[in-house]
């Protein structure tokens, strides 16, 4: 990942290297959100621990920081006789899109308010340290 803003603005960036930007997910969790978005129908964490090749607390971990980012909803499916397991699918693309959307202006909000501080820090240290003209 580059080091600076100007070294990630000048990279090549893929759609689904939001997954990792916006939240800061892993390169393995970008690849169980896309077995979840390729599937035809709600997985099993054994499903996608055995998609990704991975072990099944492995794949859990990915599937709870997708949980939590909202990238992908739980779902509980009933046994009749008795008990339940959870399933995950992918969450809405334009709900995850409006909270991708959100975030970023949250931060620039951030960054602009940071940007106007610095403005103001050091254009009154220069004026400070520049004598008046007679």
């Known amino acids: 990942m580059p080091d600076s803003?100007?070294?990630y603005l000048q990279a090549d960036m893929e759609?689904?290297?939001l997954l990792e930007c916006v939240h800061g997910l892993k390169p393995l969790d970008r690849d169980v959100f896309e077995v979840l978005v390729e599937s035809d129908a709600p997985m099993t964490v054994d499903d996608v621990a055995e998609a990704v090749d991975r072990e099944r607390?492995?794949?859990y971990r990915a599937v709870q920081r997708l949980l939590?980012?909202?990238y992908i909803q739980k779902e509980q499916v009933n046994y009749e006789?008795?008990?339940y397991y959870h399933v995950y699918r992918p969450a809405d693309a334009?709900?995850?899109a409006d909270d991708m959307q959100r975030t970023l202006n949250d931060w620039y909000a951030k960054i602009g308010q940071l940007i106007h501080e610095f403005r103001e820090k050091y254009d009154e240290a220069e004026n400070a340290e520049t004598p008046?003209?007679?």
């Open 5 to 7: 803003m100007a070294e």
């Open 15 to 17: 759609c689904e290297g």
């Open 57 to 59: 607390s492995t794949a």
């Open 68 to 70: 939590q980012s909202g």
């Open 81 to 83: 006789q008795g008990g």
């Open 94 to 96: 334009d709900e995850v």
């Open 132 to 134: 008046p003209a007679e």
